[in-house]
């Protein structure tokens, strides 16, 4: 890798993609030729092979958290949609928008966030084939297929085709961000000065844990995240793993602990450049920015917050 980094060299192969679109794509070698190549050779291409494969996934990314965004008013009062992929791994067509109400829990907002990533992702790609730029999902397509071959079986799996990649993705976006608020707010419960808005902006404002994470590679992010969890209850945060830091302008903000990804080994290489939706191609706010500070405002809309409070009281 250069000087600059992977993250910077995939956010300037976004741009040049988008703004040159199918123009600015080379011929892609063969996976024979590739492994005619010298080693020195084959790391070299494969390593800015990686880069565009990232920077290709940004746009279907984007594209699906964007249309999540620009239609939330159509599935009100939460923008959310029961596709049923949390319960039966199906994508249904229409689905109907959750009802107020329904999110009675942080389990039940991380399923409802699953489900409507899914079917914006689906639509996404439904989209897109469909539009001038179709040549995103046949380049993504024949990326994967040479970043199959001779690689591990979990990571074939990952990469079967790009709905499957990109979902990677999306769902840890989706699923790990709802943990991270729940976790934040239990550490803000206690804090009576602060009501349910402030807290919200607190959770909006404490992304770097969720960065952190989405910088880790595919073999990483399991034990960090296993690392992150709680014994009990099963399935969620560890509180102990983070801090709750007051700014020197006042305001607070919550982090990992200093020492919490370096006790779990997660060490970051960039065999695989972390999530696919950490880049925008516009060079906006991210796709998981954008997830995580939706997921900020939808644990103050369904009321979750002051549940929170009203259990430390």
């Not at 607190?202 to 296993?226: C, E, K, T, W």
Request: charged share 25%; net charge neutral; proline share 6%.
């Amino acid at each position: 890798m250069t000087a600059e980094g992977p993250g910077p060299r995939v956010s300037l192969r976004a741009r040049e993609l988008r703004e040159q679109g199918s123009a600015a794509l080379a011929p892609l070698p063969t996976a024979d030729q590739l492994a005619g190549e010298a080693r020195a050779r084959r790391v070299e291409l494969l390593g800015d092979l990686r880069v565009e494969l990232y920077a290709v996934s940004s746009f279907v990314a984007d594209e699906a958290v964007r249309r999540a965004r620009r239609l939330a008013p159509s599935y009100p009062p939460y923008g959310l949609v029961r596709s049923m992929h949390s319960t039966t791994r199906m994508v249904v067509a229409d689905p109907e928008p959750v009802a107020r109400g329904a999110i009675d829990s942080f389990r039940a907002l991380g399923m409802a966030c699953v489900d409507t990533t899914v079917f914006h992702l689906h639509a996404a790609f439904a989209e897109l084939r469909h539009s001038d730029d179709a040549w995103v999902l046949s380049r993504l397509d024949a990326l994967l297929e040479l970043f199959r071959e001779g690689a591990p079986k979990r990571v074939q799996e990952r990469m079967r085709d790009p709905v499957s990649f990109v979902y990677g993705g999306l769902h840890f976006g989706t699923g790990v961000c709802v943990q991270l608020a729940e976790v934040m707010s239990r550490l803000l419960a206690p804090m009576a000065g602060l009501d349910a808005r402030e807290r919200s902006l607190v959770i909006a404002a404490s992304i770097r844990p969720a960065l952190r994470l989405a910088a880790l590679n595919v073999d990483q992010v399991v034990g960090a995240y296993q690392y992150l969890q709680a014994q009990e209850p099963a399935g969620w945060m560890d509180a102990e793993r983070f801090e709750v830091v007051r700014l020197d302008d006042g305001r607070w903000r919550i982090d990992l602990r200093d020492d919490a990804l370096s006790a779990s080994d997660a060490r970051t290489t960039w065999a695989t450049l972390g999530c696919p939706a950490r880049i925008s191609p516009t060079g906006g706010p991210s796709p998981i920015a954008r997830l995580w500070s939706w997921c900020a405002e939808l644990t103050e809309a369904t009321g979750l917050l002051d549940r929170e409070g009203d259990r430390r009281r």
